[in-house]
């Protein structure tokens, strides 16, 4: 594998691909690499001839500057697993090759979704992830760019902005990877203490439960429409069970429309839905979310 760490080591290997024409894909990532990023990598693999992996701590997507500080940095065993799996290429950049002096400031803000529920939450955070994941596109052209599922508004966000920018990359969804309890891989999960990594399994519990409780309403009523009265009451018993851990402090736990990512205060049973939980684990915020139907 090559580890690139500036853009001009970049480029030659990128004019190398494509001399081959090869087929480029992409999968970008702050490191303290896990099993789901090594599943975006794996696929990526498996559908291009080249792959690159990026690992850069993009300062500004961080509202909280101690999250920055504290943001796990494992870069050596990073490097061992994308050998391992026989990655082409990692890019490996320093803030000052990411941010040049002469950069130009562009208007990002084409969606309410920088606004609400994480948005909300982390101001600036998504303008700071569009930003260095179109800079990032910008150099490397790939043909194919891999994202999870965990992350879903930030998936939707970069399928917009590609839509609405006409940019020629393919952005691939790919399933959340959990681990054998059920908790969603992520690498905040490496500060967990033992007793709040099992708490953090309730995260997943409670979005299952919901979505049982959603499918059992239907079944028993038999209706196409779980109205709103029913909706906020599964809602709240959700809610209940998952707070009632001393340790879990609820940031928030929506439903959307997954066609539009809306929320909504009814479920269609033709139609589909996701619920979206934030969560502190004592000091350490988690997300999840699952498919409703």
Do not use: W
Not at 224 to 243: F, M, Q, S
């Amino acid at each position: 594998m090559e580890i690139l760490r500036s853009i001009s080591s970049l480029q030659t290997f990128l004019q190398k691909c494509r001399k081959h024409n090869g087929r480029i894909g992409f999968v970008p990532t702050m490191g303290a690499l896990h099993a789901g990023h090594l599943s975006l990598l794996s696929k990526s693999i498996q559908d291009n001839d080249y792959t690159i992996c990026s690992i850069y701590v993009n300062p500004k997507q961080f509202n909280n500057k101690e999250d920055l500080v504290s943001y796990p940095r494992t870069i050596q065993s990073d490097i061992e697993q994308l050998n391992r799996i026989h990655c082409d290429a990692l890019f490996l950049p320093s803030d000052s090759e990411m941010y040049q002096s002469d950069d130009k400031s562009i208007e990002y803000n084409f969606t309410n979704l920088f606004n609400i529920l994480e948005g909300e939450k982390r101001p600036g955070h998504f303008l700071g992830v569009i930003t260095i994941v179109h800079k990032l596109f910008n150099l490397i052209n790939p043909d194919k760019a891999y994202f999870g599922e965990k992350d879903y508004q930030q998936l939707r966000i970069i399928q917009l902005f590609v839509k609405k920018h006409n940019l020629p990359v393919e952005i691939v969804s790919c399933p959340t990877v959990r681990n054998s309890k059920g908790l969603a891989l992520s690498s905040r999960n490496k500060n967990l203490k033992i007793d709040e990594e099992k708490a953090a399994l309730n995260l997943v519990k409670a979005l299952r439960n919901f979505k049982n409780d959603v499918i059992k309403f239907n079944k028993i009523h038999s209706k196409d429409l779980l109205e709103g009265g029913d909706l906020v009451r599964l809602k709240h018993l959700a809610i209940k069970n998952l707070v009632a851990h001393p340790l879990i402090k609820l940031d928030y736990f929506e439903i959307i429309a997954s066609e539009n990512f809306r929320f909504t205060n009814y479920i269609d049973y033709n139609e589909n839905y996701r619920a979206l939980i934030a969560v502190y684990i004592g000091e350490i915020r988690l997300i999840d979310n699952i498919a409703i139907n």
